[in-house]
């Protein structure tokens, strides 16, 4: 078996008293794209500034290959990159900012054909982009420069935190194509955060789902926020708003959060006996990566959820479905 890429042995990160992660221990394969998944709070780019080396754990170890690395060591300095949820452009030309990195490298060997070839891989054309300030690009637009002055440098490991956040669908859909492009090639390694599940889950072979700083280990489709509180009329407890409610078992803490795995949410059935079900409304529907399967979000009693089923099966946005679930399949976070 081939040994992991990264490997995280005990890693907390610490802001103050709050620990951003929590005593996580984990690896992560090279050679794919591995998205990171959770609700805000949940540690994520904390996760990937240590991935890429940006910051150190306060307990723990972060091995790369095998061996524990800290920033700006050698080892990894070119060969990870790390392109953060905002990415900052310098006040320059597009062409200045996607060599900027090759100039901290010290190349200069064809340069101009470099940035013209990272610029394409995102859909944007030399000749019309290059002399653009920072202030002519759009969001979309600056989004993609950022990647291409990533993707110019190279990396064998391109970690990426939010790239399609506030971008139009034109620019999603390039970052996405670019996103496979790069990971196509061999020895190449993504690891990526999005809260778009429906995105994430097209263009990862492998998510991770985070919550509260630790690693959970399946897949959640429903996390349900309280207050909680229990139904007068039928005496069970629920969540929900004026859109509707979710039957639940009895909270343990004021403070607990619901969650049901993705494997144990049922579309288009009406529940049986030891169940529990709602009404919910879908949102959106996408493929997932390789086409074998396909992805639906949902938003059930103001709650949204997302859950899979065959391609053929996939309900139109808009419609009203019926989600159930094992009541004994609701864990506590």
């Avoid at 709050?18 to 998205?35: E, H, K, N, Q």
């Avoid at 690009?137 to 190279?154: I, K, T």
């Avoid at 064998?156 to 620019?171: F, G, M, N, Q, R």
Wanted: proline share 7%; charged share 25%; with cysteine.
């Amino acid at each position: 078996m081939d040994r992991p890429l990264y490997q995280l042995e005990e890693v907390s990160r610490c802001f103050g008293a709050a620990r951003a992660l929590d005593r996580c221990s984990f690896s992560i394969p090279a050679g794919r794209v591995t998205g990171i998944a959770g609700p805000n709070g949940s540690g994520k780019s904390t996760l990937l500034s240590l991935l890429a080396f940006v910051e150190r754990p306060d307990e723990g170890r972060v091995l790369f290959e095998g061996r524990e690395e800290h920033p700006f060591s050698p080892a990894v300095r070119h060969r990870v990159t790390l392109m953060p949820q905002t990415p900052f452009l310098l006040d320059r030309s597009v062409f200045d900012n996607v060599r900027y990195g090759l100039s901290l490298k010290k190349e200069t060997t064809d340069v101009a054909d470099k940035v013209g070839r990272a610029l394409a891989r995102v859909g944007l054309d030399f000749d019309a982009f290059s002399r653009r300030r920072r202030h002519e690009l759009s969001g979309g637009e600056a989004q993609r420069v950022a990647l291409a002055a990533r993707l110019v440098l190279d990396p064998e490991v391109l970690i990426l935190d939010e790239p399609t956040a506030s971008v139009d669908a034109a620019s999603s859909f390039l970052i996405h194509q670019a996103i496979l492009a790069f990971a196509a090639q061999p020895g190449k390694t993504v690891i990526l955060t999005s809260h778009d599940a429906a995105w994430l889950d097209s263009v990862s072979d492998e998510i991770l789902f985070f919550f509260r700083g630790r690693r959970v280990t399946e897949k959640m489709g429903l996390l349900l926020f309280g207050p909680f509180a229990k139904d007068p009329a039928s005496g069970a407890w629920v969540a929900g708003t004026g859109q509707g409610t979710i039957a639940l078992p009895e909270p343990p803490s004021a403070d607990a959060v619901a969650a049901v795995p993705e494997r144990c949410l049922r579309m288009g059935t009406e529940e049986g006996a030891h169940e529990a079900g709602f009404d919910a409304e879908v949102r959106e529907t996408a493929l997932e990566k390789g086409r074998t399967g396909a992805r639906v979000t949902l938003i059930g009693a103001g709650f949204p959820l997302t859950l899979s089923c065959p391609p053929h099966q996939l309900p139109e946005p808009g419609r009203t479905v019926r989600v159930s679930y094992p009541l004994s399949s609701v864990q506590w976070l």
